[in-house]
Nanobody, 125 residues
Framework: VQLQASGGGLVQPGGSLRLSCVASGFSLDEYCIGWFRQAPGKEREAVSSIRKNDRTTYYIGSVKGRFTISRDNAKNTVYLQMNTLKPEDTAVYYC???????????????????WGQGTLVTVSS
């Protein structure tokens, strides 16, 4: 039972990347999924999340309008499409899963009990 995050890399400012979070051993459509990031010397922060039932989404203010979270249940995958990337988006990105998260707790890392390994996103010219 594990989560696998992938899709990171080096991209120039203004570029795009799509991160993938693939689950094995369980169905992601039964879980709330969150994307978190941690930059060097900074605390981990929630970037985006999506609930399982009503598909309610959360985005941190700094990525609204640039990032989009989505599900592909057939592929057991959750994506984070990241457009117009900025140097301040540079971080290790993690996906996490929880069987049940109330809306007000979607951005709390403590709400999630399954975590994937990180994937590094570097935005630099």
């Amino acid at each position: 039972v594990q989560l696998q995050a992938s899709g990171g890399g080096l991209v120039q400012p203004g570029g795009s990347l799509r991160l993938s979070c693939v689950a094995s051993g369980f169905s992601l459509d039964e879980y709330c999924i969150g994307w978190f990031r941690q930059a060097p010397g900074k605390e981990r922060e929630a970037v985006s999340s999506i609930r399982k039932n009503d598909r309610t989404t959360y985005y941190i203010g700094s990525v609204k309008g640039r990032f989009t979270i989505s599900r592909d249940n057939a592929k057991n995958t959750v994506y984070l499409q990241m457009n117009t990337l900025k140097p301040e988006d540079t971080a290790v990105y993690y996906c996490a899963a929880s069987a049940s998260v109330i809306i007000s707790a979607m951005r709390r890392s403590s709400s999630y009990d399954r975590w994937g390994q990180g994937t590094l996103v570097t935005v630099s010219s």
